[in-house]
């Protein structure tokens, strides 16, 4: 029996990059809560197998993430659901190389081998495929009380750091947020990716708060996941033509180009950024966002560059972070970014709105 579990985390599955947010997002969840790296491989797996299917079966559907809490153990608990025709010979399809669209039609079967528990309900109004991951072992008390603290208060802490295997040296970065006080779903989010070139950081602020804003969010990362090889200045136009028909949102994104160690960012609306200087010899870099709502009131963009040393952090929030608390007291520069963010999120974040902080440590741009 469960003794606690978190509104849900939701993301719509607009497109195949859709698939890759829902990856993304699970596998933060499960590194948070001390997964091992074999589990967390397995759960990332059977979340992008089952948005996938929703995609491709379905033309779409909802990822809904759900954090669990039973005793000194925490779970995740992914729901993906359609509104597709539904599935004809389901014990033929859960046994896997069955397949209505072309592909191997693993993708079903192979949740139930990695998964904890796995449930499927599927008629002419759609599919519900609910499945279930615990962490293998217990957690130590002091980690028991504060996660179980920040999921009462629906704040996540997602610790992810790219490693040795990077193909552009590394990039460690936390990311933390908060729904509005009230509210059970957040219209802030954010993403690092990948690129050709390096890493693109990218976070959103859906105007207001709740579901709207959550939606708006969710589309607005999605496309931006779609355009990430290209230049910054597409991107935008991109996510400011897909949001059109929702509330709207402001977005900063930063590409960091490893072999030339400079960063580009632009920003529209009221997410904000800094460049912390490992060097203190030289100064701290700041955004200059430009005023306006992705969606509603597009202005011209201007791109940025700046340099980057190794060991420079890139720290961006939304405006449910007060500015101040970037610079109030707390870990030193050069922490470890999960401890730069739960300071600031925990010092800086406003009961009256939606809160994001995400930084970004850069290790230096050598290729190997």
């Given amino acids: 029996m469960n003794d606690m579990e978190t509104t849900p985390n939701v993301i719509q599955i607009l497109s195949e990059s859709s698939v890759f947010l829902a990856r993304l997002r699970a596998r933060e969840l499960a590194q948070s809560l ?7 491989a397995e759960l990332e797996t059977a979340v992008s197998e089952g948005a996938q299917n929703a995609w491709a079966h379905a033309g779409g559907g909802d990822v809904e993430i759900s954090v669990l809490a039973d005793g000194d153990h925490f779970g995740i608990m992914v729901a993906i659901l359609d509104t597709g025709p539904g599935i004809d010979d389901i014990e033929r399809v859960m046994q896997g190389g069955h397949s209505t669209v072309g592909t191997l039609g693993l993708g079903l079967s192979a949740c139930t081998r990695l998964m904890d528990r796995v449930e499927i309900e599927t008629g002419e109004a759609g599919t519900r495929l609910r499945m279930w991951k615990w962490n293998a072992h217990a957690v130590p008390p002091r980690v028991l009380q504060a996660t179980r603290q920040a999921i009462r208060r629906g704040v996540s802490i997602v610790d992810v750091t790219r490693g040795g295997d990077s193909t552009f040296g590394d990039l460690t970065w936390a990311r933390g947020s908060r729904p509005c006080q009230g509210e059970h779903v957040a219209g802030d989010g954010a993403f690092v990716k990948t690129t050709s070139r390096g890493e693109l950081i990218v976070v959103v602020d859906g105007a207001g708060h709740g579901r709207q804003a959550a939606l708006a969010c969710t589309r607005a990362l999605d496309i931006a996941a779609r355009n990430a090889e290209q230049d910054l200045a597409t991107l935008f136009a991109e996510v400011h033509a897909g949001l059109r028909d929702t ?13 030339a160690n400079v960063l580009d960012w632009a920003g529209v609306g009221n997410v904000e950024a800094v460049v912390w200087r490992a060097d203190h010899s030289s100064p701290d870099a700041a955004l200059v966002v430009r005023a306006g709502t992705l969606g509603k009131a597009f202005p011209p963009l201007h791109t940025y560059q700046v340099s980057m040393g190794p060991d420079d952090c890139v720290l961006l929030w939304t405006d449910g972070i007060r500015a101040s608390s970037i610079d109030e007291g707390g870990p030193s520069r050069r922490a470890d970014p ?20 995400l930084a970004a440590r850069y290790r230096g741009g050598s290729l190997r």
């Fill in 34 to 40: 001390g997964f091992s790296p074999a589990r967390v």
């Fill in 247 to 259: 509330v709207g949102a402001a977005m900063t994104a930063a590409h960091i180009d490893a072999r």
């Fill in 338 to 357: 999960v401890d730069v963010v739960r300071h600031v999120l925990g010092a800086g974040a406003r009961d009256n709105d939606d809160a994001l902080v």
